[in-house]
């Protein structure tokens, strides 16, 4: 397939661009089918390139690596490095020969446990990483460079108490409910997401049978994959939930070291982000419980057996469906700008909560999201209180929002304000 038939503007291009002028290597990982191929090589046509997944080159490159960069001289494309790891000591080789020059050696990879041991060790000093998820929906909507809400030029200003408008000034297109829920039922592969008329279940059910019998076995030498495959779907049901792994353990009738492994392997191939509670105390932040969530709403549909917009929407899985498509647009957006996203989520013992804690920079941005597509002021009052509880601390609490799939965007009091979730690229 020509690698232009189908691409779409990523955001992720401007951190590349700006590493690979700064690097002598730069290391682009993430998930399979997340588009870094396709990424590197719309932006670098005239790159050499070679794939260390065609066994051809593989074996040539691992008989003969000096012989093999010589036909593959600097600057070139690496793609797939994580399987002929053996040729990270050669092009640190290659690189070093020149360790004033940039711009040298694009590499990607599928495996981040081991390619980032790898890397780590060998390319020190000389390599950036980044991180290509699959496509945010800004990048859907063709806003590939929009920010955040509260990382746009002009300050957001604290709301004011007054009342709630319904002015149309103040109400903003969103996406459509029904187009809404496609997307997040379909998922963010952007070979899905683009090709519309394919079969998601399908697509979703290679993917998944691709991804336990390279990466899961590459990684962790896992002998049983039903029991793999068990634990995967256990986990999608518990996913926005605070995880407590001894119970799910214990449902599977497997150890807990067992299941602490097989979730290291879904976070390390990008499958899963774990979000921690957030304190003051950051130390405090490791050991207590967390929450997961799937890093892709079409993985998480499949392996809860969702098919149907409706029934995704209207379902018991509605919350946590919207919950975890704004988690993937926020983190998504972050990491493709080539930074690590901070976020948390705050629960008091009484159970009052904040979905999550943005950091940005010296600043905490918190974040409500709800499924009612009509905002109302009482869904603020987890902001409310987690700002009464910080007022006299150091940490600087931003205007909080509530993330809503309807078009309102109002004052839900003087500190926080309904926002669309289409807003958060708009």
């Known amino acids: 397939m020509d690698i232009d038939s189908t691409f779409i503007e990523r955001s992720a291009g401007a951190a590349v661009e700006r590493a690979f002028r700064e690097f002598p290597v730069v290391v682009v990982t993430g998930p399979r089918q997340s588009g870094k191929t396709t990424l590197l090589r719309r932006m670098y046509p005239e790159l050499r390139y070679a794939s260390m997944d065609a066994p051809d080159l593989r074996a040539a490159a691992l008989e003969d690596p000096r012989g093999f960069l010589?036909?593959?001289?600097?600057?070139?494309?690496?793609?797939?490095?994580?399987?002929?790891?053996?040729?990270?000591?050669?092009?640190?080789?290659?690189?070093?020969?020149?360790?004033?020059?940039?711009?040298?050696?694009?590499?990607?990879?599928?495996?981040?446990?081991l390619l980032m041991q790898q890397v780590s060790e060998t390319l020190a000093g000389r390599?950036?990483?980044?991180?290509?998820?699959?496509?945010?929906?800004?990048?859907?909507?063709?806003?590939?460079?929009?920010?955040?809400?509260?990382?746009?030029d002009d300050p957001q200003p604290e709301t004011s108490s007054g009342p709630i408008s319904t002015d149309n000034s103040t109400v903003m297109p969103a996406l459509a409910r029904e187009q809404l829920w496609k997307l997040i039922l379909r998922g963010s592969y952007p070979e899905i997401a683009l090709q519309t008329e394919r079969d998601s279940t399908l697509w979703h059910q290679s993917y998944m049978q691709t991804y336990l019998e390279r990466d899961v076995r590459t990684l962790r030498q896992i002998g049983d994959l039903g029991s793999f495959q068990d634990f995967l779907r256990a986990l999608a049901a518990r996913n926005a939930q605070l995880l407590n792994l001894s119970e799910l353990s214990r449902d599977l009738g497997i150890a807990v070291n067992t299941a602490k492994s097989w979730l290291s392997v879904l976070e390390a191939s990008f499958q899963i982000v774990i979000v921690r509670p957030w304190f003051s105390n950051i130390g405090k932040r490791l050991v207590k419980t967390p929450k997961v969530y799937f890093t892709d709403t079409g993985t998480l549909c499949y392996l809860t057996g969702l098919k149907e917009p409706d029934h995704a929407a209207q379902g018991p899985l509605g919350g946590a469906l919207f919950e975890?498509?704004?988690?993937?647009?926020?983190?998504?957006?972050?990491?493709?700008?080539?930074?690590?996203?901070?976020?948390?989520?705050?629960?008091?013992?009484?159970?009052?909560?904040?979905?999550?804690?943005?950091?940005?920079?010296?600043?905490?941005?918190?974040?409500?999201?709800?499924?009612?597509?009509?905002?109302?002021?009482?869904?603020?009052?987890?902001?409310?209180?987690?700002?009464?509880?910080?007022?006299?601390?150091?940490?600087?609490?931003?205007?909080?929002?509530?993330?809503?799939?309807?078009?309102?965007?109002?004052?839900?009091?003087?500190?926080?304000?309904?926002?669309?979730?289409?807003?958060?690229?708009?």
């Open 70 to 113: 010589a036909q593959f001289p600097a600057p070139a494309i690496l793609d797939e490095i994580q399987q002929a790891p053996e040729m990270l000591s050669y092009v640190k080789e290659q690189v070093d020969n020149n360790r004033s020059e940039a711009g040298q050696y694009l590499l990607t990879g599928s495996q981040n446990l």
């Open 127 to 152: 390599a950036a990483v980044l991180r290509l998820l699959p496509l945010t929906f800004r990048e859907i909507m063709r806003s590939p460079s929009a920010k955040l809400p509260w990382n746009r």
């Open 324 to 426: 975890t498509a704004v988690l993937a647009e926020i983190a998504r957006s972050i990491w493709h700008r080539g930074e690590e996203p901070r976020i948390h989520f705050w629960r008091t013992t009484s159970g009052v909560e904040v979905d999550f804690l943005v950091e940005s920079g010296d600043e905490i941005v918190p974040v409500e999201v709800k499924l009612s597509a009509t905002p109302r002021p009482r869904m603020a009052d987890g902001i409310a209180k987690l700002r009464n509880l910080l007022a006299d601390s150091r940490f600087r609490l931003r205007q909080g929002y509530v993330i809503h799939p309807g078009e309102a965007e109002w004052p839900l009091g003087p500190h926080a304000k309904a926002l669309p979730f289409s807003k958060l690229w708009g």
